[in-house]
């Protein structure tokens, strides 16, 4: 990186960009995140940032994506943090967790909850610790040996630098590091022309990086060797969190369409291709074919469903992705959250039963998870009327 170094705009990027690069490396990396978020979740608030910039420099490690880490406990997070961490220091030092109720929140002692949330921010931290960094080590290296790809996914990820370094973070891992986006973009799957409505959208980040794909084929930047990007006529994405929504509308802007709501009164009526990227496993079985049937029913002839999800039947891979959702529920205060995984027989069958063609591919190479991607074609037929306007 060249920059001038006779202006003090060029030393200050010159300065993030060095923070930025430091500790380089997936292993690194990992490390950095992991420890990162081991510290976000200690109890020892406002010292949060001195204690990365510290143990970055000792250790050698990047000290602004070990203090985004720690940035678990931001406000909006600490309070779902700090339960879990009491919650879990209650059973590991007494067997039985705190009860729920006015009358022992009176007569709890100080000492004790002190301990208790002690003993369980190590244990939450250390747990997820180990899980961000082995997430982040996968993710780096997956992406390291595909310097074209790595382009695109830059330039989709820089959409989100305007909304927030967290979100702008979380693209730059997620498309480099999911296989799953560099199937979709590169191999063939999708094709071109009418709707594709993204339902789960989250932050847009396959939306952005079809866009992104978009202008590349078209300005001549799109590698010779890769079939052509598919190219829509319209993108829509459909998101139950209005934040996140919002989020990817801000980045995304006029190249795409961002409908805050559940998919099972927001589904468009017509459309081309329709994506469920680890979407369908939140919902109930039956509001899961009601969905999808809904999805078929809205397809125009010979357009196609693509659904990304676990084989439930994979062992210790499976148990990754459980672990995975179970944490983000109880972390974003999803106590709740009930999941309904299926095997790949079972997914087969529902779809088949629905009338699609299913071609199956795995996307889980060089992750520890276990996902597959079912590729599925309607048939080249009119869909029957839903009654939906």
């Known amino acids: ?101 006015l009358e022992a929140v ?24 180990i899980s961000t960094g082995l997430a982040t080590y996968f993710l780096a290296r997956s992406g390291s040996n595909d310097p074209e790809f790595r382009v695109l ?9 305007s909304t927030s370094i967290t979100a702008w973070e979380f693209a730059r891992g997620k498309l480099k590091g999911d296989p799953l986006y560099r199937t979709v973009l590169t191999g063939g799957v999708l094709p071109s022309g009418g709707t594709l409505v993204d339902v789960g959208c989250g932050q847009g980040l396959m939306l952005a990086l079809l866009v992104e794909g978009t202008d590349a084929h078209r300005t001549g930047s799109w590698p010779r060797s890769w079939p052509a990007p598919p190219v829509f006529d319209r993108l829509i994405g459909v998101e139950t969190r209005p934040r996140i929504a919002t989020l990817a509308s801000r ?48 397809l125009d002839p010979g357009g196609m469903v693509l659904v990304r999800e676990p084989e439930a039947a994979a062992g210790w891979r499976f148990t990754a992705v459980r672990l995975g959702n179970t944490l983000k529920a109880l972390i974003t205060g999803n106590w709740r959250q009930r ?36 590729v599925l074609t309607a048939p080249d037929r009119a869909p029957a009327s839903t009654g939906r306007s």
């Open 153 to 161: 996914a830059d330039r989709a990820a820089d959409r989100y630098v």
């Open 1 to 101: 990186m060249t920059l001038p170094a006779n202006s003090a705009r060029a030393r200050l990027r010159r300065a993030v960009w060095e923070l930025r690069t430091e500790g380089s490396g997936p292993v690194r990396e990992a490390f950095a995140i992991g420890l990162g978020a081991f510290i976000g979740c200690s109890p020892l608030y406002g010292l949060h940032l001195l204690i990365c910039w510290a143990l970055g420099w000792c250790l050698r490690l990047n000290r602004l994506k070990m203090y985004l880490a720690a940035n678990i406990s931001n406000p909006f997070m600490a309070p779902f943090l700090l339960f879990a961490q009491v919650q879990a220091g209650a059973w590991l030092r007494r067997g039985e967790f705190h009860a729920l109720t």
């Open 106 to 129: 009176r007569h709890i002692d100080p000492w004790s909850f002190g301990a208790d949330l002690i003993v369980g921010s190590v244990a939450v931290g250390a747990v997820l610790g």
């Open 339 to 374: 999941f309904a995984f299926r095997t790949v027989h079972e997914w087969t069958s529902l779809f088949e039963k629905l009338g699609l063609r299913v071609q199956v591919r795995g996307t889980g190479e060089g992750t520890p998870f276990a996902n597959v991607l079912f």
């Open 251 to 298: 980045a995304l802007g006029d190249a795409a369409t961002i409908v805050a709501g559940d998919a099972r009164q927001h589904l468009p009526t017509r459309a081309r291709v329709v994506l469920f990227f680890d979407v369908l496993h939140m919902i109930p079985r039956d509001d899961q074919e009601t969905l999808l049937a809904a999805a078929v029913a809205s």
